[in-house]
């Protein structure tokens, strides 16, 4: 998709149709990987969240797959509504503790 | 937001002046964490804190002040040296262990007037 406003990578995506974002993490000693979610002015919003012992994990309409074999996380979201329109941050933590590392985000637009 | 309240929401700062960001949490965690967050990047590290009366910088301390004298709260001051303030702030906190997610609050823009 185009890049808009913010510069960042950008998904349109029909309403109903599955979305997929993707994130190339940067350290293969991270062990736990993140997806956030921030709408508008709004501060961050935790989806689902995966350890490094799993390649998949599912949620309510989401689904995260990880490789770590080339470092990527993926966001799976079914059935994409127009509520989903946001920016999707995925997090790893580098430094193996409770501090994150963000990635710059994915703009998710849903078009009715 | 989870149990953390941010205030103000909008903050104007003028030429030369310091100005203090109010992040409270009532969820009992013992780690806190501000960010910065710029159009079209990502949440940069600026102070956290793993516990009361000890903080550490992150990526981006310069020009920021931080203190943690109680539990449930973790003030940020944008000093006069900090020469591009405008932005989004974001404080969050976690219970403190390794791989546990953080909880954000809904963030105070400051702009410079």
């Known amino acids: 998709g185009e890049s808009v406003g913010l510069h960042l990578p950008t998904l349109s995506v029909q309403e109903g149709d599955n979305s997929i974002i993707n994130c190339a993490y940067s350290n293969s000693a991270s062990d736990y990987f993140i997806w956030y979610k921030q709408e508008s002015g709004k501060g961050p919003q935790f989806i689902i969240d995966?350890?490094?012992?799993?390649d998949k994990r599912q949620g309510q309409r989401v689904t995260v797959l990880l490789n770590k074999t080339v470092k990527h996380l993926s966001l799976q979201i079914a059935a994409t509504q127009p509520g989903d329109s946001a920016v999707y941050f995925c997090?790893?933590?580098?430094?193996?503790?409770?501090?994150?590392?963000f990635g710059k985000g994915n703009q998710v637009v849903v078009i009715p | 937001d989870g149990g953390i309240t941010q205030s103000p929401k909008y903050l104007f700062r003028k030429e030369g002046q310091n100005v203090t960001l109010s992040c409270e949490q009532n969820l009992n965690h013992d780690a806190m964490y501000w960010y910065r967050q710029d159009p079209g990047q990502g949440l940069r590290l600026i102070y956290y804190s793993q516990i009361v009366n000890d903080f550490q910088k992150g990526d981006i301390a310069e020009g920021y002040s931080v203190s943690r004298e109680k539990k449930e709260s973790f003030p940020l001051t944008v000093t006069s040296a900090q020469k591009n303030p405008t932005a989004f702030y974001l404080c969050?906190?976690?219970?403190?262990?390794?791989?546990?997610?953080?909880?954000f609050g809904s963030g105070t823009q400051l702009s410079v007037l």
């Open positions: 969050a906190s976690s219970p403190g262990t390794a791989n546990e997610k953080l909880f």
């Open positions: 997090a790893e933590n580098p430094y193996g503790n409770n501090r994150l590392a």
């Open positions: 995966i350890r490094s012992n799993m």
